[in-house]
Nanobody
């Protein structure tokens, strides 16, 4: 059974940091391109960051470039999103998405990030 389980969300003050995790099971994790999406209140879904299966190539949305870092540990079947200098505009539900060959793809259930003073 395929699962993507996000964790690490919560309430943080502006300027703060959070690290999200995405724990995967049920497929060969290193075969998957992992993406983090987010959907803020009243906003369209946005691709935040993407990392190749090997972990050697990462891309970011302009809105988070320089503040967010995507990474992965294939030995732990886990991807991460380190978020720094958070602002209220980063408030959203963050989703982990795995894209595999054939093609197959899977979504996590999401984790809420709220940036507020």
């Amino acid at each position: 059974q395929v699962q993507l389980v996000e964790s690490g969300g919560g309430l943080v003050q502006p300027g703060g940091s959070l690290r999200l995790s995405c724990a995967a099971s049920g497929f060969t994790f290193s075969d998957a391109v992992i993406m983090w999406y987010r959907r803020g209140p009243g906003k369209a879904r946005e691709l935040v960051a993407r990392i190749a299966g090997s972990g050697g190539s990462a891309t970011y949305a302009e809105s988070v470039k320089g503040r967010f870092t995507i990474s992965r540990d294939n030995a732990k079947n886990t991807a991460y999103l380190q978020m720094t200098s958070l602002s209220v505009e980063d408030t959203a539900v963050y989703y982990c998405y795995a894209s595999l060959p054939l093609p197959r793809s899977y979504w996590g259930q999401g984790t809420q990030v709220t940036v507020s003073s």
